[in-house]
């Protein structure tokens, strides 16, 4: 009876943590009281999920071995957490692609920069990850071991005229779409593909030759960080990343091991209140672009500055306290969303989007050179949930800068201080492990989010080290994967210190390709009204 009595206090002080947690971390109208029992009767199933999750542990591992003894040397492994998620569902919802433009010496032929490319590529492509197969049986998602899937996934794209035929921009991003919407090797087993242009392309200048490449990844191999990095270490030699290997050798082990131990404990507690605040206070977004019929055939677009909005950004921040680089961004995406949405007649208040947290992104900002085996091949992030504010004032086509500069930034810091980052990060590392594929089907079913916002620091300017620096990357454009159903995307990333903009969005909910691009465009547009807004502002 004493035992009993225990767990029952327990779980009413579990309960009413989670309350508190709930009411802390509300932005609108506090909770209502009838949570209270549903915050319980969720804490009371926590040890009825973990005995499930262990049971199907066991199945997994029974999987593995039956696996392991039919395949032998072949079998790579199953796939973990975020890379077994990212198997659900269609392929072409979880795809990574990238646009990389090279600028070339005005004598170098495509010929000449394609060897260059291999030669580089070939290297990074051998690590184990790069050369397997996906595959599904008994549930699970694994990998098989190929002698070399190079040769298949390196190719050249068609030929569009004549080799002498300059693409202008529709005509490569006319490529763009119809690459991106086409199955990876091998029908989609084959993890990746490189397609490197036939030509050049018209680009910034008239001095030199820009030749590029069009990647695509299965998300399952690894998130954004790990590819960018694998672009320095192809590229920009092998030098040991002393920053990242001094960090580590510094870094209390003990200190780290109890940290990350107690707040898997306390992001195991405060599930309830995560889940009673996500899944059921949150209504589910409906806006017009939220529909169940989709596609999975994507509209793709970019808009690359070459006019200092990074400093532009910095610039705004320090004018205004409290609020960091991506506040500003977000803004600018808020507005520009505000004005595609006014335009269609639909008056949003607010939408809901993921913010993907990449463990290790700051280090992008400095990693110049890199090892292949000091990268960790592999998906090592969170997600974030924000409720974007669109129309914040009447009449609805005002665009009160500022304030939705100050109301975005409010709620930032909140998500600051509470602790979804580490509850989604251990629902990532057990849950979708142990899941079989069918159940985990059903995750995006029980959310509703209109798009995922990705903001991501890029690396320095790469020089290729096997031209003697006369090749250097331009630009690299990348376009977010299609998470839970999620059909709308915006990626930015400030690879050599200015902002490129990529935004990809399913055709059923925008048919016009300019409606997309007008979105990516204004970006920009309000980045500029926002500082002309906090320059008069802050005069005054």
């Known amino acids: 009876m004493k035992m009993v009595l225990i767990l029952d206090i327990i779980a009413v002080l579990i309960t009413l943590i989670n309350f508190l947690e709930v009411k802390r971390t509300a932005t609108g109208e506090q909770p209502p009281l009838w949570i209270i029992p549903v915050l319980l009767i969720i804490t009371i199933c926590i040890p009825i999920a973990i005995t499930v999750l262990c049971t199907f542990a066991l199945y997994r591992e029974c999987v593995r071995i039956?696996?392991?003894?039919?395949?032998?040397?072949?079998?790579?492994?199953?796939?973990?957490?975020?890379?077994?998620?990212?198997?659900?569902?269609?392929?072409?919802?979880?795809?990574?692609?990238?646009?990389l433009v090279y600028q070339c010496p005005k004598t170098m032929s495509i010929q000449e920069f394609y060897k260059i490319l291999e030669t580089n590529l070939r290297k990074i492509y051998s690590l184990p990850k790069?050369?397997?197969?996906?595959?599904?049986?008994?549930?699970?998602?694994?990998?098989?071991?190929?002698?070399?899937?190079?040769?298949?996934?390196?190719?050249?794209?068609?030929?569009?005229?004549?080799?002498?035929?300059?693409?202008?921009?529709?005509?490569l991003m006319l490529l763009v779409d119809e690459y991106a919407n086409s199955p990876l090797p091998k029908d989609n087993l084959i993890p990746w593909e490189v397609l490197v242009g036939s030509q050049s392309i018209k680009w910034r200048d008239e001095e030199h030759n820009y030749y590029f490449s069009f990647d695509s990844y299965h998300h399952a191999l690894a998130d954004g960080v790990a590819l960018l990095k694998l672009v320095v270490a192809a590229h920009a030699g092998n030098e040991q990343n002393t920053t990242a290997r001094v960090s580590r050798k510094n870094f209390n082990v003990t200190i780290k091991f109890l940290k990350l131990s107690l707040e898997k404990v306390l992001a195991l507690i405060l599930i309830p209140s995560w889940y009673v605040s996500s899944l059921i206070l949150k209504g589910r977004d409906q806006n017009i672009l939220k529909r169940k019929k989709l596609s999975n055939q994507f509209h793709?677009?970019?808009?690359?500055?070459?006019s200092g909005y990074v400093q532009k950004i910095k610039r705004i921040k320090n004018k205004i306290a409290g609020v960091s680089f991506?506040?500003?961004?977000?803004?600018a995406v808020s507005a520009s969303f505000n004005e595609f949405f006014n335009k269609n007649s639909a008056f949003i208040r607010e939408i809901s989007v993921i913010l993907p947290v990449l463990a290790g992104s700051t280090e992008l900002l400095c990693t110049k050179r890199i090892e292949p085996k000091d990268i960790k091949v592999q998906n090592n992030y969170s997600t974030l949930s924000l409720d974007l504010p669109i129309c914040i004032s009447k009449p609805p086509d005002k665009i009160d800068i500022i304030n939705r500069l100050n109301l975005i930034s409010r709620k930032t810091k909140a998500l600051g201080t509470s602790f979804n980052y580490s509850i989604h990060k251990l629902i990532t590392e057990t849950v979708w492990a142990c899941l079989p594929q069918t159940l985990l089907a059903y995750v995006p079913k029980l959310t509703s989010y209109t798009a995922i916002l990705s903001l991501l620091p890029g690396i320095p300017k790469v020089?290729?080290?096997?031209?003697?620096?006369?090749?250097?990357?331009?630009?690299?454009?990348?376009?977010?994967?299609?998470?839970?159903?999620?059909?709308?995307a915006i990626l930015i990333n400030t690879y050599d210190n200015r902002l490129h903009i990529a935004m990809s969005i399913d055709k059923t909910l925008v048919q016009k390709y300019d409606d997309v691009q007008k979105i990516a465009d204004n970006i920009l547009k309000y980045l500029d009204s926002l500082e002309d807004e906090v320059s008069q502002f802050c005069a005054l």
Not at 83 to 93: I, K, L
Not at 130 to 158: C, H, P, Q, W
Not at 472 to 484: G, K, L, N, R, T
Request: one cysteine or more; charged letters at 25%; hydrophobic letters at 40%.
């Open 463 to 488: 020089a290729l080290d096997c031209s003697n620096g006369s090749v250097m990357i331009s630009d690299i454009i990348a376009w977010d994967p299609h998470e839970f159903s999620i059909e709308s």
């Open 326 to 331: 991506s506040d500003v961004l977000l803004t």
């Open 66 to 99: 039956i696996l392991k003894i039919k395949y032998g040397e072949r079998f790579g492994g199953l796939l973990n957490g975020s890379d077994a998620f990212h198997t659900t569902g269609e392929t072409m919802q979880h795809l990574i692609h990238s646009l």
């Open 130 to 171: 790069f050369n397997v197969i996906l595959k599904k049986e008994f549930g699970y998602s694994y990998m098989l071991k190929e002698t070399s899937n190079f040769d298949t996934a390196f190719r050249k794209m068609k030929l569009i005229n004549t080799e002498d035929h300059k693409l202008s921009k529709v005509e």
């Open 300 to 306: 793709f677009v970019t808009n690359v500055e070459d």
